[in-house]
């Protein structure tokens, strides 16, 4: 005998929640709005300060600087190729609006991730949380952003942070109580006090887990890209949009090998970062082992005379 369960009816609560703060907490909403538009446009025209060949440049020296001659390279042909394919604009758009949403994501996911390593009761009340932001269809959070923020890149920011934020919040939590505990316990037994604890033994020693997470936050932004678009907040997720609405195939490809190339450049230079860069450990390898030759000549000559 089948049983008939009431209905929940869960999204009219939600529709009530989005609509009491719709109307009680427009002013925030505002606010955070403007914020991100200003953000969003300020970036945009910054990027486009330069002609594409001279940024780049600037793209290919950072590169060369913190990951080496091969990202170096490929960020020179790969850049190239956006501008060939007429989508420097659009791919200038992408950039920034990532970047934007990355900078948010990661200055909210690592201290609530510092805060759930240090509190089981905070990475309790996180994880449910995370794990209901992760696997919520990103779509999902454009219902509503839209009704929040109208249309644009502010609503396309807002629903990329929401879904690039639980591995930045988890790998800072992982990292962190991954640290040794010999090293915490050396540092208490000298007397350091737990803010100097966290951020001079623990956070560097967490920040390969760290920047992992950083690295994925930002993989995840550069997902959401295309999604974005669906929004007006252009870009190259707008130009993918449009190949799908009008089924051109070639507008369709050109805009992902576009978001593409940003995706490796970003993630090979935040790959990078973790390590510390490239040309600045070969300079200090260099300068160490030009500073001990000479010492161990010296110490050679010394030990060959006292021999004679």
């Known amino acids: 005998m089948a049983i008939d369960?009431?209905?929940?009816?869960?999204?009219?609560?939600?529709?009530?929640?989005?609509t009491w703060c719709t109307d009680h907490l427009s002013w925030l909403f505002d606010g955070i709005g403007s914020a991100i538009e200003s953000s969003v446009d300020g970036l945009t025209d910054v990027l486009n300060l330069l002609p594409p060949?001279?940024?780049?440049?600037?793209?290919?020296?950072?590169?060369?600087?913190?990951?080496?001659?091969?990202?170096?390279?490929f960020t020179i042909l790969g850049f190239a190729?956006?501008?060939?394919?007429?989508?420097?604009?659009?791919?200038?758009?992408?950039?920034?609006?990532?970047?934007?949403?990355?900078?948010?994501?990661?200055?909210?996911?690592?201290?609530?991730?510092?805060?759930a390593a240090r509190s089981d009761l905070v990475s309790r009340i996180t994880r449910p949380v995370l794990?209901?932001?992760?696997?919520?269809?990103?779509?999902?959070?454009?219902?509503?952003?839209?009704?929040?923020?109208?249309?644009?890149?502010?609503?396309?920011v807002v629903a990329t942070v929401i879904f690039a934020m639980p591995p930045g919040v988890r790998l800072t939590e992982l990292g962190i109580r991954g640290v040794d505990p010999e090293m915490v316990e050396a540092g208490e037994a000298f007397g350091t006090p737990p803010n100097r604890i966290l951020t001079r033994i623990q956070i560097p020693l967490a920040m390969p887990s760290i920047m992992a997470g950083v690295n994925q936050?930002?993989?995840?932004?550069?997902?959401?890209?295309?999604?974005?678009?669906?929004?007006?907040?252009?870009?190259?997720?707008?130009?993918?949009?449009?190949?799908?609405?009008?089924?051109?195939?070639?507008?369709?490809?050109?805009?992902?090998?576009?978001?593409?190339?940003l995706a490796i450049y970003l993630d090979r230079l935040t790959g990078a970062l973790s390590e510390g860069p490239t040309m600045l450990r070969a300079l200090i390898e260099r300068r160490r082992a030009s500073d001990t030759f000479p010492v161990g000549v010296a110490a050679g000559s010394a030990a060959a005379g006292g021999g004679n």
């Open 53 to 73: 060949l001279g940024l780049t440049l600037v793209l290919a020296v950072i590169a060369l600087v913190l990951s080496g001659w091969k990202l170096g390279v």
């Open 5 to 18: 369960l009431p209905r929940a009816p869960v999204g009219e609560w939600f529709d009530n929640l989005v």
């Open 81 to 115: 190729l956006v501008d060939s394919m007429e989508l420097w604009e659009p791919a200038m758009d992408s950039l920034a609006l990532v970047l934007v949403s990355a900078v948010v994501s990661t200055v909210l996911a690592i201290p609530i991730g510092i805060a």
């Open 131 to 156: 794990d209901f932001m992760q696997t919520m269809p990103a779509f999902v959070y454009l219902i509503p952003a839209i009704f929040f923020f109208s249309i644009g890149a502010v609503p396309g």
């Open 217 to 261: 936050l930002i993989m995840l932004s550069l997902s959401m890209v295309v999604i974005a678009g669906m929004v007006g907040a252009g870009g190259l997720g707008g130009e993918v949009l449009e190949g799908i609405n009008r089924v051109d195939v070639a507008k369709g490809f050109e805009g992902g090998i576009a978001v593409v190339v």
